[in-house]
């Protein structure tokens, strides 16, 4: 018999942390499980280990917290070992974790251009919207995220003060500006 008769294994987003939950409906001589992580699905390292049952007839939960998730996509899986060493993997689970500090407004006051800073590329394209101080849309577009340094033309829109939201697939950044 396995093991262990894993039922899932799940990564989520938790307050700019990492959820990592699983469940088991049995295990047999069920010494410890190893949370292995890895940013490229191939190799992956041991991060966290949680101690099994040993032996059980009866569903487990099971949780554990990764507290440095790195930016872009993390993948886990789980690794099962035995009292006697021998050990199985479970499939990956993945998350894409976006550092809140990832996109910035190099200034809030502009002229003609409104300067943007990735630290780091999220996805390909983002979306953004500028809005006047009424909430009006003004300007709207894509970025092409090839490079960590965007410029947005802003040369037609009149004096005052706006708003540019930032739109990716995990996360709003709204970002408050003033064109002279």
């Known amino acids: 018999p396995l093991p ?17 939950a699983w469940s088991t409906a049995t295990e ?3 010494d410890f499980f190893t949370i292995e992580h890895s940013l490229d699905a191939q190799h992956f390292n041991p991060i966290l280990t949680h101690n099994g049952a040993g032996n059980s007839s009866q569903k487990l939960d099971y949780e554990a917290i990764d507290i440095n998730p790195k930016r872009g996509v993390n993948y886990y ?13 479970s ?18 006051v502009v002229e003609d251009e409104l300067k943007m800073i990735f630290e ?25 995220l090839r490079a960590s340094e965007q410029i947005i033309d802003v040369s037609n829109l009149i004096k ?3 708003f540019i939201k930032i739109q990716s697939v995990q996360e709003l950044k709204t970002f408050r500006f003033l064109k002279q």
């Open 28 to 30: 047999i001589n069920n």
């Open 77 to 89: 899986r789980l690794r099962q070992t035995d009292f006697d060493g021998q050990s199985q993997s």
């Open 4 to 20: 262990i008769e894993l039922l899932w294994f799940d990564a989520k987003h938790s307050d700019g942390d990492v959820k990592l």
């Open 91 to 108: 499939k990956f689970a993945s998350v894409h974790f976006i550092n809140s500090n990832s996109t910035k407004l190099l200034s809030n």
């Open 120 to 144: 780091h590329e999220l996805e390909r394209e983002l979306n953004y919207s500028i809005f006047n101080i009424n909430g009006l849309g003004v300007l709207s577009g894509q970025l092409n």
């Open 160 to 162: 005052g003060h706006y």
